[in-house]
């Protein structure tokens, strides 16, 4: 569905990823583990087109992305769920669901949208009203996912969701990311959480100084005596 191929990454002349090329398969969820300041993402930023690699190619379904301004990416189906949640801190729940759909057929679905994210999320639909500044941590990541499927994705990147929630929210989190999943989105997932993710995944890249050095299923990955030492600390 999504290729990479061959992107090196600049921040003006220092140079971040090296030839990194990986796919991702329609309706999987493919995650990236890596170390801090590995690349990660830098990796999904420059799928949003936040960045633009200086080589290299970016394509969904034989399509090229690369050199598209943001919001081409999200009218051709992807959506970057940032890291740190990214909301409009003073404007409503709702406000910030809304943001999420702008476009084309997300603008015409608006509402249907937005009762199937409330369906998903029943806490921000309580919270409608709230300013997303006062919700807690977990509810932020709710809202910041809701606002990701308001554009009607085909392809969902979440950047470290389970960052600074407690166990039982982290749980929740994964678990909506694997219902997502179901309704038919494809994943990719940059996160730090190595044992969950990979026992959730379909398959899985280890990024290490801005490369790509190994590839695999999660089950394969985590039998990898490298990944046990480096993440897992077995
Ligand atoms: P983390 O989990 O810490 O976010 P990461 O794997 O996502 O790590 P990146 O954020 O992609 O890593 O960072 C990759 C490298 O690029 C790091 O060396 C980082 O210091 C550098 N970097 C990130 N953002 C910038 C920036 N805006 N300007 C310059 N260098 C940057």
Redesign the pocket.
């Known amino acids: 569905m999504l290729t990479v191929n061959h992107i090196d990454v600049f921040?003006?002349d220092?140079q971040?990823l090296w030839d990194v090329s990986f796919e991702v398969h329609e309706g999987e969820i493919l995650v990236l583990i890596?170390a801090?300041?590995?690349?990660?993402?830098?990796?999904i930023k420059t799928i949003s087109s936040l960045l633009t690699p200086q080589k290299g190619t970016i394509e969904l379904s034989g399509i090229r992305l690369d050199h598209h301004p943001p919001h081409d990416i999200i009218q051709h189906g992807i959506v970057h769920v940032p890291?740190g949640r990214r909301l409009f801190s003073e404007m409503t729940v709702e406000e910030n669901l809304i943001m999420g759909s702008l476009y084309g057929e997300a603008k015409t679905k608006r509402y249907e949208t937005l009762e199937y994210v409330y369906g998903l999320f029943p806490r921000l639909k309580e919270r409608r009203k709230q300013t997303a500044e006062t919700l807690s941590g977990g509810e932020q990541q709710m809202a910041a996912i809701g606002r990701g499927l308001m554009s009607l994705p085909k392809l969902m990147m979440f950047d470290?969701p389970s960052l600074g929630l407690a166990p039982i929210l982290v749980q929740e989190i994964f678990s909506m990311i694997r219902r997502i999943k179901e309704e038919g989105v494809t994943i990719l997932l940059?996160e730090?959480n190595v044992t969950q993710t990979l026992a959730m995944c379909n398959r899985a890249y280890v990024?290490e100084n801005?490369r790509i050095t190994l590839g695999g299923t999660g089950s394969e990955l985590m039998e990898n005596e490298k990944v046990k030492e480096a993440f897992l600390g077995i």
């Open positions: 921040y003006g220092l971040v890596g801090n300041g590995a690349g990660k993402s830098t990796t890291e470290e940059v730090q990024l801005g």
